[in-house]
Nanobody, 121 residues
Framework: HVQLVESGGASVQAGGSLRLSCDAS???????MAWFRQRPGKEREGVAN????????YYSDSLKGRFTISHDNAKTTTYLQMNSLKPEDTAMYYC???????????????WGHGTQVTVSP
């Protein structure tokens, strides 16, 4: 399995932007990269995922339009650009990798330890 390390989390005011990064060691372009998040008191939910070997991107319906996922194969880094942040976006954001793209948390064998994003009113 690959090793994933997230970075970029911070405390920002509503309306601000952040760009999260997920650095992968042991990366393979055969994998699907994804971002999940877990808000306080709630279950972990899918944010976006991308097929690194193709041009397929998927987003949660509630987040599409504000968040953008991208992947740099040369740097083996997956990004999550977050714009127009809202207090409800406050969560621990996790990077994950799987053999194929899916919204199922259980299907991802590789996870980072997360990076905290806090959005104040």
């Amino acid at each position: 399995h690959v090793q994933l390390v997230e970075s970029g989390g911070a405390s920002v005011q509503a309306g601000g932007s952040l760009r999260l990064s997920c650095d992968a060691s042991g990366y393979t372009d055969r994998d699907c990269m994804a971002w999940f998040r877990q808000r306080p008191g709630k279950e972990r939910e899918g944010v976006a995922n991308i097929r690194t070997a193709g041009a397929s991107e998927y987003y949660s319906d509630s987040l599409k339009g504000r968040f953008t996922i991208s992947h740099d194969n040369a740097k083996t880094t997956t990004y999550l650009q977050m714009n127009s942040l809202k207090p409800e976006d406050t969560a621990m954001y996790y990077c994950a990798a799987a053999p194929f793209c899916t919204w199922s948390v259980e299907a991802f064998p590789n996870w980072g330890h997360g990076t905290q994003v806090t959005v104040s009113p």
